[in-house]
């Protein structure tokens, strides 16, 4: 591992939209690392995008940049069906890897790569930039701290909405590849045995959406405690689920409405008041996050300072460099992927499907 000060060479495979317009300029705020090395088989996005970003090494199979060891740690953002066949390759050469969510899209094979993680020793984070939302923070902060101290009551239920179709702020610029892709990377199963291939598409939307407000369930009860409880989908819709959480249960509806805005919110009910989380768009620069706590005294809104409102994707890069480093940091790990995909298995479970 490089000393504290040495700059560490990051390892980007794929150079798409969520690259160009998240990863890439958050590795680029990072002082103490660097983009160096970029991997994609679309020859004209390959060439583009590494122009854009300096970056000299460019590979067309991922496999080439993994064989170099010219980098210390890489970040992988590809298309969902084959994002985990790459982790596992990079797992396999034993170097520390950020995936985008989601890391698989079952628990079988999620646990198969922290299984992998674990035997080579080898860090892989799952990436939920949520966490890194100083909003977010804000609102974990408080709310684990009413929990102790009873000052509203016991908790009684928590309501989550995410109806985000669209990113409501200018997206950046990006290029968008013109030509077909050189290689058919292999699959791992996009669906939990027993699903039926019709139900494909539902389930990877739960995979791919829901999962962030499951995994920041998860971040507020520490991994413990959650339950499938029910779960009703319509097709190409709305999907509603309840899940058990310690002392209370939770509903999150989500959907693919598009209503020109970013809509995500969290309602924390106590018996005696009201703590919420109304969530900015995850491309925004700077995060306008709100947390609101009502009760019968009155209303109270905080925001984060304004030196604090970074981007989460910012947050996440920073907090993968530290951990590369060996510095002790609440980064998401394959385990905790894990323990969202075995919540999003067990409401499969229980589905009722109508539409």
Same mark, same amino acid.
């Given at each position: ?19 160009q317009v998240a990863h890439l300029p958050a590795f680029g705020?990072?002082?103490? $690392? ?9 020859? %004209? @996005? ?14 067309? =199979? ?7 060891? #010219? ?12 994002? #985990?066949?790459?982790?596992? !390759?990079?797992? &396999? ?70 109806? $985000? ?29 027993? @699903?039926?291939? &019709? ?13 962030? =407000? ?15 409880? #029910?779960?009703? /989908? ?14 209370? %249960?939770? $509903? @999150? ?8 805005? *970013?809509?995500?919110?969290? =309602? ?5 008041? $009201? ?5 900015? #768009?995850? @491309? ?32 996440? !890069?920073?907090?993968?460099? =530290?951990?590369?480093?060996? /510095? ?9 992927? /894990?323990? %969202? ?6 409401? *499969? ?7």
């Amino acid at each position: 591992m490089r000393a504290e000060t040495d700059m560490l060479a990051i390892g980007m495979i794929g150079a798409g939209f969520m690259a160009q317009v998240a990863h890439l300029p958050a590795f680029g705020q990072v002082a103490s $690392c660097r983009v160096t090395a970029l991997a994609d088989d679309r020859r %004209d @996005l390959l060439e583009t995008v590494g122009n854009r970003f300096g970056i000299v090494e460019r590979h067309e =199979d991922f496999h080439a940049l993994l064989a170099s060891r #010219s980098v210390d740690a890489v970040m992988v953002t590809m298309p969902r069906r084959c994002q #985990s066949v790459i982790v596992r !390759a990079v797992i &396999e050469h034993r170097i520390p890897v950020l995936s985008e969510k989601p890391l698989a899209l079952t628990a079988a094979v999620a646990e198969d790569l922290a299984a992998a993680a674990r035997a080579n020793g080898t860090l892989a984070a799952a990436l939920y930039q949520r966490r890194f939302d100083a909003g977010v923070r804000l609102f974990a902060e408080r709310f684990h701290s009413l929990l102790e101290s009873g000052e509203l009551g016991t908790l009684m239920h928590l309501r989550m909405n995410n109806f $985000c179709a669209a990113y409501s702020v200018p997206i950046p610029e990006h290029v968008r590849s013109s030509g077909p892709r050189l290689h058919r990377y292999p699959e791992d199963p996009d669906l939990p045995a027993g @699903l039926p291939a &019709e139900l494909r598409r539902d389930y990877e939307y739960t995979a791919n959406v829901a999962i962030h =407000d499951l995994n920041l369930l998860h971040m507020l009860f520490g991994g413990r405690g959650l339950t499938p409880l #029910s779960f009703h /989908v319509r097709r190409g819709g709305c999907q509603t689920m309840v899940v058990g959480v310690p002392g209370a %249960d939770a $509903c @999150l509806s989500v959907g693919p409405a598009d209503i020109g805005t *970013w809509d995500q919110r969290l =309602d924390a009910y106590f018996k005696n008041g $009201c703590l919420s989380l109304v969530q900015d #768009s995850t @491309l925004a620069p700077q995060p306008r996050t709100l947390v609101i706590e009502r009760s019968a005294k009155g209303e109270e809104c905080f925001r984060p300072p304004v030196a604090q409102r970074f981007s989460p994707f910012h947050g996440q !890069a920073s907090a993968f460099v =530290d951990a590369v480093r060996g /510095v002790p940091v609440a980064i998401a790990t394959v385990e905790d992927a /894990v323990r %969202d995909l075995r919540l999003i298995e067990g409401l *499969w479970r229980m589905a009722a499907v109508t539409g």
